[in-house]
């Protein structure tokens, strides 16, 4: 990227790229708004079973690993812009490795679901809200974990240096923006909705 | 970016093949833009021949120019290619193009972002045509999508609507959508990050400021449809149920999230509109726009409480009192911005010294038209009138007042009045003049004429009526104005033929306007500036062409 023209005089808080991260949030938030007010909406309409009371059960590891991975990749930022490249691979890896395990705990939320409930997209209006909402935002997840692990790998080879730690910084708001997602589906799914 | 100054030095190639990678491979804004732009122009010349097959079927009574499946193709297809395909591209064109330009940019924040969003709008609008060869699909039925612009389900669900046909209008659509996303985070991160030394937000050009309240309209109103449309195609191809009424799931759930959308898309398209007027009427009145802190409010104003009143395309659906009252309501308050907005035009025109030139004569026509618009609008939000009219010929007359008589005359404004700096060359103005007078005179008998079908009880959609409900004189006068605006569009082109082969000359600023982009050369070199410009008031210009009278030191 060329460096920016402007800024003499009326320096912004502000750098385009930062900007422009906020924005894709604002956008993706305004599309998980409406999955979310679809499931809200078609709480307890479902004509026929299996009904969130009777198969879900309370996200407690998903949760826990998502959560807290918020909290590596802050670390592992803050050791980039440091310039401590041991802290930083460990911080970036401890965040895959968190997502993974989200992932993998929906992934057998999911097969509970499917093969022991007989809970399909198709099978009433909850399959088609909770696949739906929660499907995208593992997917939201699984776009993440990829970008984190390509930062993780160029950093195992030695191209992420320092001077890259503001975009780093905007890949872990994105990741914070995903957090805050779950945090939204956690109390529609399986508080508000069972 | 980097090799542009040895542009100057290089012998010029004339290769065809070299324009077109040029072309193909740019992210320069201006390339862009006028990308954006033209491939608007193109998809409204197809959208404008459905309109006219429609306007011959209805012209006389029981006609048999196209089949009942036929004409709910056209109507489909007009009116999502006019909102998706020419509406959008046209204000995200003029948007690239200008907005570094005005704040003194070299170029948008995100170059490549904003070449990966216009190729993606335009496969977007090819995959949307493509149904009309591709769509067949599994049960052998459809061609072009034939359920209307806003695909209302359960028609639009698998049962009713069998093959591929409104697949491909939502993939086309949501393909598409990409182009006006990255260009929304574009425009603001180039206007919030990018002013040169002085463009302090005080002094941005109206334009600029429109159109940064336009872009989050879009990130906040485009992602809705395109998760809605999610939702359809899921329904479609899963076995979902969310628009699926057998399954317990709700069909008015699916224009409660359309219109969610589809309001706020209204003043997504005539937001730039007012864009456009904002500049063009200040430098043809030769006054300074009235009321500058107005406008930008009276925007925001609109862009706010237009995200709260998209229920009033669904009066008749039986909402109930409570909500009637709330959508009528607010609907009636955007009255009030955007009339604040009529009165600041007329200000700055009131007591001015008016050159009636083409720009200024559209704008002029957008502004009575608009008036008209907004008065059938404030009627429509009556709920007991609505009624009465719904989905009767009374609302299209109002949405293309709207949409022609506001959108597509400031479009053709601000084309006569930019397109000298995108070309260096100046539209000729008797060419020009003929396509105005023809252009609007056939817009009013077309669409003046139309608010009469609609109050005799026409509904709309219909391919063909019999021939005694007094209908008959009304819709062949409708029809007969769309041959006064073919032949005004046909003058518009002949013009712009004309001045790219041997136009006069524009110069750095036919206009003696005031804002940055008249003060580089036409067209604007690649990098745009030779140096970066210094702004210390809303007009530049007019402070170095008045070193002894300048606007900084009255503001
Ligand atoms: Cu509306």
Redo the contacts between chains.
Sequence with gaps: M?A???G???A?A???GE??TL??I???T??????IV?YL??IG???SGPYPADVLELPVVATICLLSSSVTVVVAVRALEADRRGAFLAGIFATVLLGGGFLAATALEWRKLIVDDGL???T??F???FY?LVGFHAAHVTVGLLLLALVGVLGVLGFVRKEHATRVDLLSWYWHFVDVVWIAVFTVVYVVGV | MASIPLADTEPRRRFRSDVLHDWVTTVDHKKLGILYIASGIVFFVIGGLEATAMRIQLAVPENDFVSPEVFNRLFTMHGTTMVFLVGMPIITGFGNYLIPLMIGARDMAFPRLNAWGFWMFLFGGLLLYFSYLGSTGLYGAGSAPDVGWFAYTPLAGKAFSRGNATDYWILGIVVSGFGSLSGAVNMIATALTMRCEGMSLGRMPLFVWMMVIVSFMILVALPPLTAAQVMLLFDRFLGAHFFDTQAGGDAVLWQHFFWFFGHPEVYILMIPGFAYASEIIPVFSRKVIFGYSVMVGATVAIGFVSLSVWAHHMFAVGMGRGLNIWFATATMIVGIPTGMKLFNWLATMYGGRIRFRVPMLFCTAFLAQFLVAGLTGIMLAAVPFDWQVTDSYFVVAHFHFVLIGGLVCTIFGAIYYWFPKMSGRMLDERLGRWHFWLFVIGFNVTFLTMHGQGLLGMPRRIYTYPADRGWEIWNLVTSLGVVLQIAGVLFFVYAVIKALRSGEPAGDDPWDAWTLEWSTSSPPPDYNFDEAPVVRSRRPLWDLKHPDDPDWKYE
Excluded: C, H
């Design positions: 060329t920016p023209i402007d003499q005089g009326n912004t502000w750098s385009r900007v422009g924005l894709l604002l956008a993706e305004s599309f998980f708004a409406i999955f679809g909406f078609y309409k479902s004509l399909m997209i198709s009433n209006l399959g088609t809200t739906s």
